[in-house]
Structures are given as C-alpha cells and as structure tokens.
C-alpha cells in the first residue's frame, strides 16, 4: 500500500486557506485589495459580529462579466499576471489568484458583478468551495462580494477566532493601515449597522494619516522627500517626544503596499538614532516607491513580506531621509552653531519633565545577577540604622548602612509604593477621584477610539472618566487624585496601550494599568529630593510586601559592602 498519497481537493483548499485566510481582517483585506485594482474610486465594506458571520465589500471597479466570474473562483485564475516573468514586475496588490477560491473554500459567498456599460449582471453562489448556482440579475456597475458564516467547515480554526469587537478591531486596524496610500479613493465602513468610517477623497493624505496616529501627532509630524537611483522615498516622521513604547506606528508601504519588513524598522530607528530613550517607538509613515523588478512581493501568500535585490541601498536611503526629515537644518531651522554642535539639541534622550516608563530588560532579570545581590540588598534596607547620606545624579538615593553602601533607585522605589497602595486601595473603598474643572480633550486615531469605548467602564473604575465629544475627539472629566499633576493626555495614552497589550485579560489587565498609573504618578529620575523626602521614600518602602522589584520587574536597590568597596581600593587582597 502507497504511504504517499494525493490529498482530496477539499482538505488541499483549507490547507490553502489556512495560509491566505487567518482571520475575518485578511478577509477584508484581500478583498479590498481587489476592488483597489479594479480601479474603484468608492468602496464599502460592512460586517457582522466582528466578520464571523457577515463580510461584505462592494466597489464601483470594472466589474466581472459571466465568465469572469466562475473564473474568478477558480484556483491560481488571475487577470494580474500572464506568465512567469510578470512575477518580476507586479504593479497590483493582488496577483496570485488564491484568494477568492481560498474565502470560497472555507465560507458562503455570493460575489455579484457587472462590468462597466453592460445591462445586467451576474450573481455567483459558492458553500464551502462547491459552486451552487450562477444567475442573471440587475445590479449596479462594479462588484460585490458578500462572505457570510466564515470557517463553518473549519471549526478548529473558527474556535480560535477571538470576540466580535477583539475582531472588529483587528478589521478596523486593517482598513486605516490599507486606506493610507488611496486618498483619492472613498472608503465606508460599516459594523453591526453603526458607520465607523466615511473618508471622502480627498488632496491631503495628513487627513488619512490622522485617522491613525491622531491629529495632535499628525499636525507634528515632518514630510521630507528624497530620490536617488529609482527609489523614491516620501516619509512623514512624529517628533521624538511623541514616541510609544510600541512599534505599531511604524507603517511602512512598498509600492502602495503595506507591510512588515524588519530591515525598513531598523532603518527608520538607525534615522531617528539617539532622539529615542531606549525602549521607545517613533510613530512615522514611511512610502516607498520602487522598480517592481527590484523587489520580491511573492514571499508568502498573505503577501505582507518582500524582499529587495539591494537592501543595503534601501536601507542607507531610509535611514538617510528619517535623519534629514528630523533635522533642524532640513526645516529651516538654525541654532546659531556650526557642525556638530548645531545638532546637539537633537540628543537629549529624557527631559525632565517626561516621564520615564520602567523597562524590564534582560540583564535586570537574570537569575544569575539576583541570586546573591537580592538576598543582601533586602538585609540591608530592613537595617534599623539605615542613614541616607544624599543623592547622586538627582535619581539613587545613597544609604549608609551597617554592611556598607545601599543605593536605592527612586523611581522604581517610588512606582512600587504607589502601586501597593493603589491596589490596596482598589480592594477596599475605591480610588479617589479628582474632577477637571474644565474638561480636557485629547484626539485619539480610530483603533485608540475603539479601545476607549470598549473599556470606558474599566478606566472609570480606575477614576479615569472619558467621554466621546465628536469626531476624532474626547473629553476628560476625571483622573485619579494621586495623579492629579499628570497631563491627563499622557494617562490615558498609556492606558490605552497597556490594554492593547494586555494577553490575560480580568484581574491580569487592572494589574497592568495600576503599573501604568503608578508610574505616571511616581518621582521621576532626575527629581531633586529634599533629605526628608528621601528618608521618607526609603522608609514606606520597607514597609511593602515586594520591596525588592519595581511592578515592571526592575530592581530598587543594589547593595556594596566594605569588603568590596575595600577590593576596590586595594585595602585588602
């Protein structure tokens, strides 16, 4: 008996369709991808229950005639590329012909088409890749696709679908990454009956780009221009202090295509150099425009990666314009300096008055670096004659104690004291809140707006009162009391990622934004202390149950003993 057999041609489909189709979001991207190559100037996309059981996306585009259409899901049936060599020139985002058949194979679709100056059109019915029926009917000219109980045949891979509105999000996300480079075409969108998006064409792409990244962060935002041997390169960079502790605001777009390419990442971070804090994320949009026979788009079937014959070349031109466009001398700007002087204000990697996120870095969490010093550390703070005999560089708090030298970090004591007390708090009477006289407004990008409206009961159990005023904007009433001289802005932009990055969700999520929170409201690095607040500090610190980490993970303190210290100086061998 064979061992090695053909597969059925159901079970190759949803091999297949595992690969193209991962979620309703790729759903929706790869139709509206084909209705961006049929040339459409309006196109509506509407779902159900976050697309599980309805995607819909009708265009104005050329339209199919009937034998387009039952080509059309057949597999590898393109009208993209003829031959092999137009592999080598692609200038559509589609090409490989998969993606109708593969959202066929694992749904029920309709598509209805009429191409431009015909009378009448055609309907096509498909269920789990079997074709049912093919029609004639009157429709408008162009083409709609409606996807309708998405995996109903493939249930191990509909179990792993998260909720409606955790997949509208990833829909929504899609949609204002793809609506970026086509500001000539309208888009509409739609979500359980309730318009979410309606983007008239339109001459400024900063309008588009406000949908993403806010309009606070957009109006700031740089464009510089550059071309050299056939790369053109037109980018919009976010000055440094806008910056994330994500990457999701690097959007990078080859060709009008959006994808993910860790090379152009490097790039646009190598641009931005030392303007960044360690840790932190610039938001840019990045477009590239390339001889399609210098770069590879058929990678991988979701075709979001690519692949560039000389990537040393794109990423120096990258690199190059992310500095130019974030240089004084680039904008008109002069400092009265010359040469290296003049771009020294460019440098200063934390102000004073920003606040510092904690980082988790590897080396503060190595087992072999706190197996000893831990132990000593917390036997030295917990000294009864622990004397603090000042500060150095306005950030560790020195302490003489009775085994030598404990220096204590005053940010991360500081966050680790707030964050006990804020969740003591949240498990007896509730946090106090502290009123806004006069409410303030903060502009948020779509996929922030959505995070808002889906967690407006959470953030106002923390004290954090948000409420939508119109537009892109909303309008703060409330923060917590202990954070009452934060800009309100920065909390609730902190908040909104800390929930975007949250995995485990319930108590995992209201632990992470107490992290945030209590940063915000902790001494800063930096920070002059008096001699008073600093034996303050280090006395509530004793008094936590965890005084040894920060809620991130960092270590407080670092202890010398004179025997070391005494190594140092050579007193003993």
């Avoid at 229950?49 to 050329?62: A, E, K, P, Y």
């Avoid at 477009?287 to 026979?293: G, N, W």
């Avoid at 680039?330 to 204000?345: D, F, I, K, R, V």
């Avoid at 309008?475 to 932009?493: M, T």
Wanted: glycine content about 8%; proline content about 5%; charged content about 25%.
């Amino acid at each position: 008996m064979n061992r090695i057999r053909v597969l059925p041609e159901e079970v190759a489909s949803l091999i297949a369709a595992g690969e193209v189709v991962e979620r309703p979001s790729s759903v929706v991207r790869e139709l509206v991808d084909n209705s961006i190559d049929a040339g459409s100037t309006r196109i509506s996309i509407w779902i159900e229950r976050g697309g599980r059981t309805l995607i819909g996306v009708s265009d104005n585009g050329v339209g199919m005639s009937r034998d387009d259409l039952l080509l059309s899901v057949e597999r590898h049936a393109t009208s993209k590329i003829k031959s092999a060599s137009d592999l080598f020139s692609i200038r559509t985002l589609g090409f490989r012909g998969e993606a109708l058949p593969t959202i066929a194979s694992v749904s029920k679709m309709e598509i209805t088409s009429k191409p431009r100056g015909e009378i009448s059109g055609h309907k096509l019915s498909i269920k789990g890749g079997r074709f049912l029926s093919i029609e004639e009917i009157g429709a408008p000219e162009g083409t709609t696709v409606v996807v309708k109980d998405l995996f109903f045949n493939f249930p191990a891979r509909r179990k792993f679908l998260r909720s409606p509105n955790t997949e509208a999000g990833r829909v929504m996300d899609t949609l204002i990454r793809m609506v970026l480079p086509y500001p000539e075409i309208q888009f509409r969108f739609m979500e359980d009956g309730r318009e979410r998006l309606n983007l008239p064409p339109t001459d400024h792409i900063l309008s588009r780009i406000a949908l993403v990244m806010g309009k606070d962060v957009s109006k700031a935002m740089k464009e510089h221009r550059a071309e050299s041997q056939g790369l053109r390169v037109r980018v919009w960079v976010s000055p440094p202090e806008f910056s994330r502790s994500r990457g999701d605001r690097i959007l990078v777009y080859v060709n009008n295509r959006n994808i993910r390419d860790k090379l152009l990442n490097k790039a646009v971070m190598e641009g931005y150099g030392r303007r960044l804090m360690r840790g932190r994320f610039p938001q840019v949009v990045l477009f590239l425009e390339i001889d399609p026979q210098q770069v590879d788009v058929n990678v991988h079937p979701a075709k979001q990666e690519v692949r560039f014959k000389r990537a040393a070349r794109v990423f120096d031109q990258v690199r190059s314009a992310i500095d130019k466009a974030l240089s004084p001398v680039a904008h008109g700007q002069t400092t009265g300096q010359q040469g290296e002087e003049a771009s020294l204000p460019c440098f200063i990697s934390e102000p004073a008055s920003t606040p510092w996120i904690c980082e988790t870095t590897p080396e503060a969490n190595s087992p072999e670096l706190f197996a000893h010093s831990q132990a000593v550390d917390s036997q030295a703070l917990f000294e009864p004659d622990i004397r603090v005999v000042g500060q150095l560089a306005q950030t560790y708090i020195l302490c003489e104690t009775s085994q030598g030298l404990l220096i204590v970090d005053q940010h991360a004591a500081h966050e680790r004291i707030l964050y006990e007390e804020l969740k003591g708090l949240m498990s007896e009477s509730g946090l106090e809140v502290q009123r806004m006289l006069v409410p303030v407004e903060i502009e948020l990008g779509q996929s922030d707006a959505r995070v808002v409206e889906a967690n407006k009961e959470t953030l106002e159990a923390l004290g954090v009162q948000v409420e939508y005023f119109g537009g892109q904007s909303f309008l703060i009433h409330s923060v917590p009391a202990i954070l009452g001289n934060v800009d309100p802005r920065d909390i609730v932009q902190d908040l909104i990622l800390a929930i975007k990055e949250n995995k485990a969700g319930g108590s995992g999520l209201l632990e992470d934004l107490l992290e945030v929170m209590a940063c915000h409201g902790s001494v800063r690095a930096g920070q002059a202390l008096s001699y008073e607040e600093m034996m303050k500090l280090v006395s509530r610190l004793r008094e936590m149950e965890l005084p040894t980490n920060c809620p991130h993970g960092r270590p407080i303190t670092r202890a010398l003993s004179y025997q070391e210290l005494e190594k140092m100086f050579k007193r003993v061998v």
